[in-house]
């Protein structure tokens, strides 16, 4: 298994050559294509001073300085995928979110970088992990190089979690190291036996991998952690949260994942 179709995701608020440059090194090692893609719409209603609301002429001006940002995003990508990768490059004037969801039927992987606050300009990264049906991969701020040669597996005996080493595997094959870690409180057998499978599971993909049991109630800082304490530099986890009316309402170790900004995180739902 590998990944042969790579998105990578650039921010019209970031700068984009960290991002591309962590891309290009992910389509050189699987030897896959690159899709460049980059997004941000127009807020629906512009509110003055005076509380007045305006359309037309300056939702107009801002789409227009979208479609600037994007043509600049896509020369930069441009120039720096070198003509040994095969690439391609898409952008849209709507939800960045949305594109990137849609524009996941056709690839493998999804890169991005941590996501804004500004949801007219910036991924959610959480709405992205549960609604796009791939890996998202969320990079390190300002990482060029996603090395991923300790790998901390955040296992849990679930199907997000099943699903995200399964889909993590092209990167388990290549680490340098794998660790296959839980949290449990009780420390009970069925936990140990759990982990002894995914062992084996990985072992028969030819990935020798260690498992370890954190003692202590399920919790993301307790996670971190540990994944420093190891010198991780990519965590695969399961992502868990579920719709609750127009937003996602996330779990506390997922919630705690998609805000952490320096270590590499491979999400799967």
Known sequence: MSYKSIIV????????????????????????????????????????????????????????????????????????????????????????????????????????????????????????????????????TSVEHVLAKTVLVAWKDTREARRAMADALPFLAKASEVVIATIDADRGESIRDSLADVAVFLKHHGIKARTELIAGEADGDRLLTFARSIHADLIVAGAYGHSRLREWAFGGVTRTLIEESRINRFMSY
């Open 9 to 140: 995701n650039l921010a019209v608020d970031a700068p984009p050559a960290p991002i591309v440059k962590a891309g290009v090194a992910l389509a050189d090692r699987f030897g896959a294509r690159l899709i460049g893609l980059a997004a941000a719409d127009v807020p629906p209603l512009v509110a003055t001073g005076q509380g007045m609301v305006y359309e037309g002429e300056i939702m107009q001006i801002q789409r227009t300085e979208i479609e600037k940002r994007l043509a600049e995003l896509r020369a930069e990508f441009e120039r720096l995928v070198p003509a040994s990768i095969l690439s391609e490059w898409g952008q849209a004037v709507c939800s960045p979110t949305r594109f990137l969801s849609v524009s996941a039927r056709a690839a493998d992987l999804i890169v991005t970088g941590q996501a804004g606050d500004d949801v007219f300009r910036a991924v959610d990264v959480g709405s992205l992990t549960l609604g796009a049906g791939r890996p998202v991969l969320v990079a390190a």
